[in-house]
């Protein structure tokens, strides 16, 4: 079990992990020794609250495929129970950081004095540039 809050939490069978040879410059056991992780998680599939789904679903994250499926590769460690935990936790952080909605953001409209400051630097730029032409004698 995954427990994102005291709410919410994932059952172990909808988080798929398969062990697979990490990349890389490896040693006497880089063509033997699985020890690199890869988790898969169905977001549309899964218990999550249809709030959380919507959220992660909507993050420009390239480990979420058009499918809905997130997918993290954990070779971080060298022994596959760690990367096995790593990519667990970085599942976890990624749910936790949906579980807040975006606060909504208030438009504003610059003050008065900055569209002047702004005005001004720009004339003084113009200014500066018409300076820089042939001078004529």
Not at 43 to 53: E, G, N, T
Not at 71 to 87: A, C, L, P
């Amino acid at each position: 079990m995954l427990y994102i809050s005291r709410q919410v939490s994932l059952p172990d069978d909808e988080i798929d992990l398969q062990a697979v040879r990490a990349q890389g410059a490896g040693g006497q056991n880089v063509n033997k020794v699985a020890s690199a992780v890869h988790l898969r998680f169905d977001i549309a599939a899964s218990s999550l609250p249809d709030s959380y789904k919507e959220r992660l679903l909507a993050l420009r994250d390239r480990r979420i495929t058009r499918d809905g499926v997130l997918i993290i590769k954990g070779q971080r460690f060298r022994t596959q129970e760690q990367n096995r935990e790593d990519v667990r936790q970085r599942l976890q952080a990624l749910i936790r950081s949906v579980a807040q909605p975006a606060k909504k953001r208030v438009p504003t409209r610059p003050t008065r004095a900055s569209r002047r400051r702004r005005l001004d630097a720009k004339a003084r730029k113009g200014q500066r540039k018409a300076l820089r032409g042939k001078v004529d004698h």
